[in-house]
């Protein structure tokens, strides 16, 4: 099993910066892919961006040169820089993960982004 634990959200003005944190805990071997989705009001949720093992990244093209992920594979942790918010960065983020074929989620951590 494992839990994640996100944090690191909040109110932020446009054109501001927040990093959000994701400690994975539990009982694992390792852990695959490291995620981050999200989930506005009224829209389904989407990935924004993910990292592998050897620190491969992919991002959605709505946040490419604006987020960056990474993660602290020492401390099972994964990260999310965001800059130059734009009020429709605002969404409940999730981190998600995979290890030995299972998926897991955090319980989301709220990003408001204010015009």
């Known amino acids: 099993q494992v839990q994640l634990v996100e944090s690191g959200g909040g109110l932020v003005q446009a054109g501001g910066s927040l990093r959000l944190s994701c400690a994975a805990s539990?009982?694992?071997?390792?852990?695959?892919?490291m995620a981050w989705y999200r989930q506005a009001p009224g829209k389904q949720r989407e990935p924004v961006a993910h990292?592998?093992?050897?620190?491969?990244?992919n991002y959605a093209d709505s946040v490419k040169g604006r987020f960056t992920i990474s993660r602290d594979n020492a401390k099972n942790t994964v990260y999310l820089q965001m800059n130059s918010l734009k009020p429709e960065d605002t969404a409940v983020y999730y981190c998600?993960?995979?290890?030995?074929?299972?998926?897991?989620w955090g319980q989301g951590t709220q990003v408001t982004v204010s015009s």
């Open positions: 998600f993960c995979v290890t030995r074929g299972q998926s897991y």
């Open positions: 539990g009982t694992f071997f390792s852990i695959n892919i």
């Open positions: 990292i592998i093992t050897d620190g491969s990244t």
